[in-house]
């Protein structure tokens, strides 16, 4: 549509105002949703958009882009304004169908689901915690493949936030730990507009931001005209000359800019403006148009496509001068950047499992983990993880783990005590991709982690998790570090794949597993305490990928099951052994992933788990409800049910049952 006025009075507030319109009309239609920081943001996302951001909206993938993270991701329609009007395949159609069932514009952005989103967001906080992630990936990126001549890594990472984001306590862990690592690609926007929910936030939030940061190390420009595009420019420009410092632009803005009579209250946030309000915002704004219609000179304006493609272009030629410079390093480039794992893993990996198998060790599943890494390690260059201040209890680092800290062009990061933030910053390289993130700390506090776990679930990356002291054998630190219902917890979770081996096979397998599960994130539960090795066939060792597997079993119909994890596997094999002795017929099932188990096809599931055998007991230091789906109400739980208490772990796994003793007994009662 051609508009009332002439392409040449377009002016720059004309342009950031198509941002508004779109956001408050999607918002009115769908009767849901958050105007006031689209309406707030539209200066600074235009000059970041027009002037500054490298991208291709042709091309949402390419490598070299900047990333952009709407860390305040109630904002989504600003996201969807900019996409829209870039040139991005989201039609207006799309627009017009916020908030709605199948629609590619739901209430907060989802990284996959929507073209051009980086990541997910909405839960305040991660997003500055995935862009800090971003960052830490592009420059360990460009360390190892960059060289002189050829920037084949070279971008930023640009993200918004609010007060919300502000307020959350992961942004106090993450942005510590980026002035620490000196990240100067990274630059974010505090949109400083003194309002939440409640209203004006003088009420509970009065910190000096600025101060904050500066202690924390980064660049601070402090008194931005978020409505101003020159002053917004100069912030950016000034930013950029900062090499060794992450840089916050803090702009003052008002929420809900251009609403005579809902700006500056907390009334915009996170309702309609109402059609009323929303006419008399046209008027003021001088954006004479139909809901859902922009003039066609300010798509042009906006058209990001044809300058995109331009300089993918010369990217391309940088990557095709590089390739005959450096052949080796590019090849291993693409293989990383587009998630191949190398052409002889199948074969490496697999005479590795076999060696450990025929080479029996009696150690804790976290010493078995460390062994995997060193032996992955050494065909895995795309590693990139390390521990939340735990790294000699985890056991995360290898004969090749270089610190970040130490040298950027490195493989191992020291998070510090920031289980939360670790977890997000890691979900962020796995979304900048080129790396292969693992993150690690206690199972007891994956309960800090948390919504970051749920994050890269909910996205679908690979990102491997490992939680060591996976039980009450934890012992002496008593039940504060006791973890009882994670472990079902991270079952329960869509997308997520959980392991608890019983030894280094299994172990070996479950991270050959997480490896290779580009589909979601993966936990492996390890113990602290040794874990003897089973003995197994050739295809028990090939069951064990399928989650759970006939460890030992008897001649004929078994008239008991016995499910196991972890070091409890160990209980249920000399439980086993016992009864085998007194006559009966037993069966031994271990099931290091019951997850990995519930997808195999039926035939297999009833092979392993019959359902004409209701006589079932399953064992697991965890909590005991989880397990009812497998035993049935005929059967019995040998589990948790309440926290744990502090002694030796010999005392409290007998104070809890977990005893030959106690499992001989219980299975006598049930036959």
């Known amino acids: 549509m051609q508009g009332n006025f002439k392409p040449e009075t377009y002016s720059r507030r004309d342009i950031a105002n198509a941002i508004r319109a779109l ?66 395949n989201l039609p207006i159609t799309e627009l017009a169908k916020f908030r709605q069932v199948n629609s590619k514009t739901p209430g907060h952005p989802e990284y996959g689901h929507t073209i051009g989103v980086e990541t997910t967001t909405g839960p305040l906080g991660q997003g500055i915690a995935n862009a800090v992630g971003m960052a830490i990936a592009e420059r360990t990126l460009m360390a190892q493949f960059n060289r002189p001549g050829y920037k084949l890594v070279d971008h930023y990472t640009y993200v918004f936030m609010g007060d919300g984001c502000m307020m959350e306590g992961i942004s106090h862990e993450v942005c510590s730990l980026a002035g620490t690592l000196k990240l100067g690609k990274l630059i974010a926007f505090y949109d400083k507009n003194g309002i939440s929910i409640d209203g004006k936030v003088t009420g509970w939030f009065t910190d000096n931001t600025a101060q904050r940061f500066e202690s924390y190390g980064w660049h601070v420009v402090p008194n931005v005209d978020g409505h101003n595009a020159n002053s917004i420019h100069l912030a950016i420009q000034e930013a950029q000359t900062i090499e060794h410092k992450p840089s916050l632009l803090i702009c003052h803005t008002v929420i809900g800019f251009g609403s005579p009579n809902k700006s500056d209250t907390h009334y915009a946030h996170g309702l309609p403006l109402g059609d009323h309000e929303i006419a008399l915002t046209r008027l003021r704004l001088n954006w004479n148009h139909k809901a859902f219609e922009v003039p066609e000179e300010i798509y042009a304006y906006w058209d990001a496509r044809k300058k995109g493609q331009q300089k993918e272009s010369a990217w391309n030629k940088i990557f095709i001068a590089y390739e005959k410079t450096f052949p080796e390093l590019a090849k291993e480039f693409h293989r990383r950047v587009t998630k191949q794992l190398p052409h002889n893993w199948d074969l490496i990996s697999q005479k590795f499992i076999e060696y450990l198998q025929d080479n029996p060790l009696h150690i804790s599943g976290r010493q078995a983990s460390q062994h995997c890494i060193e032996f992955f390690g050494d065909i895995l260059p795309e590693y990139l993880g390390g521990s939340a201040d735990l790294t000699p209890s985890n056991l995360t680092t290898w004969s090749g783990s270089k610190a970040i800290h130490k040298d950027i062009a490195g493989n191992y990061i020291h998070f510090g005590v920031r289980e939360f933030g670790m977890t997000a910053i890691a979900n962020g390289i796995a979304l900048h991709g080129g790396f292969m993130p693992y993150t690690a700390t206690f199972l007891m506090f994956s309960e800090y982690a948390r919504n970051a776990v749920r ?92 989650g759970a597997y006939i460890l030992y079993d008897c001649i004929g119909i078994p008239q008991v099951i016995f499910i196991a994890t972890g070091s409890e596997v160990q209980l249920a094999v000399a439980a086993y052994q016992l009864l085998i002795e007194e006559g009966y017929k037993v069966r031994v099932v271990s099931m290091p992933s019951t997850d990995a188990f519930d997808k195999q096809d039926i035939n297999y599931r009833e092979s392993v788990l019959p359902s004409t055998i209701s006589n079932r007991i399953a064992i697991e230091a965890s909590i005991a409800d989880y397990w009812l789906k497998y035993t049935g109400l005929k059967g019995i739980v040998i589990a948790m049910t309440q926290f744990g208490v502090s002694g030796p772990a010999e005392q409290v796994f007998k104070k809890f049952n977990f005893t030959l003793e106690y499992i001989i007994k219980k299975t006598k009662e049930l036959l």
């Open 455 to 546: 994050m890269a679930a909910l996205m679908k990356i690979r990102h491997i998790i490992i939680y060591t002291h996976d039980s009450i054998g934890v012992g002496e630190d008593g039940p504060t570090h006791q973890p009882v219902e994670q472990l079902a917890s991270l079952r329960l979770t869509p997308n997520m794949s959980t392991w608890r081996p019983c030894d280094q096979v299994e172990c070996a397998i479950a991270w050959k597993y997480a490896i290779e599960n580009y589909n979601g994130p993966t936990a492996l539960i390890l113990s602290r305490q040794l874990l003897p090795q089973q003995i197994r066939t050739k295809l028990q060792l090939e069951n064990i990928a399928r």
């Open 23 to 88: 956001s408050m009309d999607a918002v009115q239609q769908a009767q849901s949703g958050h105007p006031g920081t689209p309406m707030g943001m539209a200066e600074i996302a235009e000059v970041l958009w027009r002037d500054f951001l490298n991208h291709n909206p042709s091309n949402p993938l390419w490598v070299n882009r900047d990333r952009f993270v709407l860390s305040n991701g109630h904002a989504s329609m600003l996201l969807y304004s900019l996409l829209h009007l870039t040139g991005y």
